[in-house]
């Protein structure tokens, strides 16, 4: 009979497995968004289709010359926008299941945001790719085009937060080197009143 931790080891190794294989093709999608956006700016629309998934089925009717002039469109909005030197970074990827009808992503198809930025300003790009071929579905930009932010403040906050474990491994030698009754209790109250922060 199995036990209650055998089971949970099993759950345990699929879950992280599976998240692996998610993790490995979410960074194949990012180098293949950014071979394609390469390539149309390039204006070699030929090898842009080959990084379509021409063989899906959302593909059967498809018309090559239609599909060229979408890309050339696409091609002028970016450019317009942003300028043909980008960089490109790694935002998400997600399998999205839901019961209400459009929100769930397609079988078998990843969703895929990838940020590209200049040096001023920022979008990105939302791009669908079949599982199956490792090829783009659909591509298409988010209503985003925002400055590039200054870190200066984010940083400054961030060293503020370091204060927070650096005093509480303070107060926890303290105590340790201390000659206090039930040392215990201490070290409960110090967890205990910054559950709030580990939490958040």
């Keep these: 009979m199995i036990s209650t931790k055998q089971i949970f080891i099993i759950v345990l190794t699929v879950l992280v497995f599976s998240r692996c294989d998610i993790i490995r093709h979410s960074f194949e999608y990012k180098d293949t968004t950014k071979v394609f956006v390469e390539t149309m700016l390039s204006e070699d629309y030929d090898k842009c289709v080959d990084y379509l998934a021409m063989e899906h089925e959302s593909a059967n009717e498809t018309n090559i010359d239609s599909m060229i002039a ?108 201390s000659g206090l009754q039930r040392k215990w209790l201490k070290y409960i109250a110090v967890i205990f009143l910054n559950v709030p922060a580990i939490t958040y």
């Design 70 to 177: 979408g890309l050339r469109q696409f091609r002028a909005v970016i450019v317009e926008n942003f300028g043909t030197d980008l960089k490109y970074r790694f935002m998400s990827a997600e399998k999205k299941y839901s019961t209400i009808e459009g929100e769930s992503t397609p079988p078998n198809a990843t969703l895929v945001l990838v940020e590209f930025l200049n040096d001023e300003e920022f979008g990105v790009f939302k791009v669908l790719f079949d599982d199956a071929s490792g090829k783009i579905l659909n591509i298409n930009t988010l209503d985003v085009k925002y400055p590039i932010p200054s870190m200066t403040m984010f940083w400054l906050f961030g060293l503020v937060a370091l204060c927070v474990p650096v005093f509480n491994i303070y107060i926890i030698r303290q105590i340790k080197k």
